[in-house]
Each structure stands twice: as C-alpha cells, then as structure tokens.
C-alpha cells in the first residue's frame, strides 16, 4: 500500500500504468455529478454509458417542455449505474427512466468506472466495496489512492482538462460532440455476458420497480456494421425479448452511417437532433402512465 501511495505522488501517469487516475478522461462527471444534486421533480432521468451522454441532448427535450437530466458516464456499468440510481432517485424523482442497454456493457468489468467514481468521490462509501469485490489490479491500486487522498488533501479538486473544440457540456448532462466527422476508431470485441453485471441489472429493475418508477430500456442507434457485433448478441437478444419495456432503436432508417455517426457507435450532433424527436415522438405514444403527451 505504501508503494502504491509513492508511485501515485511521485511517478508521472504514463510510467504507471496500473493506476491511471482520471488524467484527461474527465467527460465532465464532476461537472455533471454536482448539478445532478440540485435536479428535483425530474420528468426523465437517463442512465447509462456514453451511448446515454452523447445521445440523449437535454436540450431537445426541454424544448419540448420536458424537464429531464442525462447522468450517463463513460464505461457506465449496470453496478454502477446501481449506485446512481439509489443516490440520486430518492433527490429527483424521475417520472420515467430511460436506461440505455447497449449490449458490450453486460460484458464490462467496469474498471474505467471504478477509476472515474473512486477519483471523484462518486458514491464513495459504496465504492469502496466494488473495488475489492472486483478483485481487479488497477481498480484495487485506485482505491488505495483515493482512500489516502481523501485522508491527506480532503479538499483537493481535480482538475478538469477537456478540449472545448472536440467537445462541450451542456446544462442537463449531455456531452456534445462538437467535431462531426466519421473517425474510423478500434472496435473493441469484448467478451460474453458476465453473470455479476446480469444481476446487477436485474436488481436495478427490481429497484426501480419498488419505487415504483416506469422504465424504458433503450438500445441507442449505431451503425449497421456496429450492429450485430456483440459476442453474445444471441443471449442479449433473449434476455431483452423477455421485457415489454425494451425497444431496439440500434438501426434507424432515418439514420445513416455516412452523415450521422462519428464513430461505429456514437451518434454526431446531426444524428442527434434527428434521433430526439423522433425518440420523444414514439414515448409520447406509449401511454406510459406519468409520461402523457404533453
């Protein structure tokens, strides 16, 4: 422990690769977390991974009058999307939660987010146990950091470097891209559905029902050769055909790859603005008790 104290104070992020800190991949969350306290009375709440934050403009919506907040994060797994859920619902209140599903997340051991949540704070008594449990290197040496920073500098705040030019934070907890262009990036195959982060699902569902808050669960648009690529598409496909809340928005035909992706999986700002109506549109019409057409 002492060594992992020492390498985090005095040996630069490149040098330690087993304990990398938040160093340039901020996405705001700090930003975002502070103003999702101070939310009350939510129409919509979204959660999820950055197909949430880069898909869901709260700017669309409040235009349409509706009052909603974006509290995706990169990487979010379903144990960490529970954490937010328990935090945050009983302050906001959400009418509806749109829970964006997209499939690789079931098959993420949730080290980017064990990063992000433990440097920042982010349900911190509750983190403290996911690190362990998950038995990972780097997120064991994060815990360790934070828990001595948070002893020796209480106070410290985390610098917040992200380029303005490539993207932007907008009130409401959405990310806007702000460079449109298609960059082809690596694919990531990641591996199959893992059991811990099914339950973790589950029991978010569980929980939401208890508090008796209507869910939509959302597989946000990509691009045709994105679609289809998950390991275990075919189990992901059964488990979602078992819920009457779930809606496969993956492929749009008012979507295409060329003008309104920048990457495989992310939608550009054009793709955006198509998606959102036509996502508000359809939820308009589900009847879904609390969420009437305004």
């Known amino acids: 422990m002492v060594l992992v104290i020492v390498w985090g104070e005095l040996i630069?992020?490149?040098?330690?690769?087993?304990?990398?800190?938040?160093?340039?991949?901020?996405?705001?969350?700090?930003?975002?977390?502070?103003?999702?306290?101070?939310?009350?009375?939510?129409?919509?709440?979204?959660?999820?991974?950055?197909?949430?934050?880069?898909?869901?403009?709260?700017?669309?919506?409040?235009?349409?009058?509706?009052?909603?907040?974006?509290?995706?994060?990169?990487?979010q797994t379903h144990i960490h999307t529970g954490l937010l859920l328990r935090e945050l619902i009983p302050k906001s209140k959400p009418k509806l939660v749109v829970y964006e599903v997209y499939p690789d997340?079931?098959?993420?051991?949730?080290?980017?987010?064990?990063?992000?949540?433990?440097?920042?704070?982010?349900?911190?008594?509750?983190?403290?146990?996911?690190?362990?449990?998950?038995?990972n290197?780097?997120?064991?040496n994060e815990l360790i950091f934070a828990q001595y920073k948070s002893i020796v500098r209480p106070d410290e705040i985390i610098p917040i470097i992200?380029?303005?030019?490539?993207?932007?934070?907008?009130?409401?907890?959405?990310?806007?891209?702000?460079?449109?262009?298609?960059?082809?990036?690596?694919?990531h195959k990641n591996g199959k559905i893992q059991p811990h982060q099914l339950?973790?699902?589950?029991?978010?569902?569980d929980y939401l029902k208890s508090c008796n808050i209507p869910t939509v669960l959302v597989n946000a648009p990509v691009t045709t050769a994105e679609s289809g690529r998950f390991k275990d598409q075919v189990k992901y496909d059964?488990?979602?055909?078992?819920?009457?809340?779930?809606?496969?928005?993956?492929?749009?035909?008012?979507?295409?790859?060329?003008?309104?992706?920048?990457?495989?999986?992310?939608?550009?700002q054009m793709g955006v603005e198509l998606f959102n109506p036509y996502f508000i549109d359809w939820l308009e019409n589900q009847n879904i008790k609390g969420f009437e057409k305004n």
């Open 137 to 140: 290197i780097k997120s064991i």
């Open 105 to 135: 997340i079931f098959a993420n051991e949730g080290v980017e987010s064990n990063s992000i949540f433990l440097a920042y704070g982010i349900c911190k008594e509750e983190m403290s146990a996911v690190a362990l449990k998950s038995a």
């Open 238 to 268: 059964e488990i979602m055909s078992n819920f009457d809340n779930y809606v496969d928005l993956s492929q749009l035909d008012i979507l295409s790859d060329s003008l309104h992706f920048y990457d495989y999986h992310h939608l550009n």
């Open 12 to 75: 630069p992020s490149q040098l330690r690769p087993n304990l990398k800190g938040i160093e340039g991949k901020d996405d705001y969350i700090l930003q975002k977390y502070r103003e999702m306290q101070e939310m009350k009375n939510l129409d919509v709440l979204f959660v999820g991974s950055s197909h949430a934050y880069r898909t869901f403009d709260s700017r669309i919506w409040n235009e349409k009058g509706y009052h909603v907040f974006n509290m995706g994060t990169s990487s």
């Open 162 to 187: 992200v380029d303005t030019s490539i993207q932007i934070y907008r009130s409401g907890g959405f990310i806007e891209k702000m460079d449109g262009q298609f960059h082809d990036s690596q694919r």
């Open 199 to 205: 339950n973790a699902f589950y029991s978010n569902l």
